[in-house]
Nanobody
Framework: QVQVVESGGGLVQPGESLRLSCAVSGLTFSFSTYAMSWYRQAPGNERELVAGIASSGGRNYADSVKGRFTIARDNAKNTVNLQMNNLKPEDTAVYYC?????????????WGRGTQVTVSS
């Protein structure tokens, strides 16, 4: 079965950095063919896309994290990372890793259980 496991969350002060990692295994197709992304959800908020990286390597970011966060993938290790710099209290949320692939019918999503990021002084 597919396993998506996030790690690296924790409690940090504003201005500090964290790096989240996501390890994926058991995919039907090659990891390199999946779009990888990070979502987050804070209490009372909708789940939002934070950053994504396509199989081609193209990246996109939410406006709120642009310039502070960097997403990268290592296809040899079946991992994707999210480097988060200059963290702000509003970044506090559970961060979820997503692996997605699309065929002619629909988009298939595989989700991790999430890792908590808390930014507080």
């Amino acid at each position: 079965q597919v396993q998506v496991v996030e790690s690296g969350g924790g409690l940090v002060q504003p201005g500090e950095s964290l790096r989240l990692s996501c390890a994926v295994s058991g995919l039907t197709f090659s990891f390199s063919t999946y779009a990888m992304s990070w979502y987050r959800q804070a209490p009372g908020n909708e789940r939002e896309l934070v950053a994504g990286i396509a199989s081609s390597g193209g990246r996109n970011y939410a406006d709120s994290v642009k310039g502070r966060f960097t997403i990268a993938r290592d296809n040899a290790k079946n991992t994707v990372n999210l480097q988060m710099n200059n963290l702000k209290p509003e970044d506090t949320a559970v961060y979820y890793c997503n692996a997605a692939i699309r065929d002619s019918l629909r988009r298939y999503n595989h989700w991790g259980r999430g890792t908590q990021v808390t930014v507080s002084s």
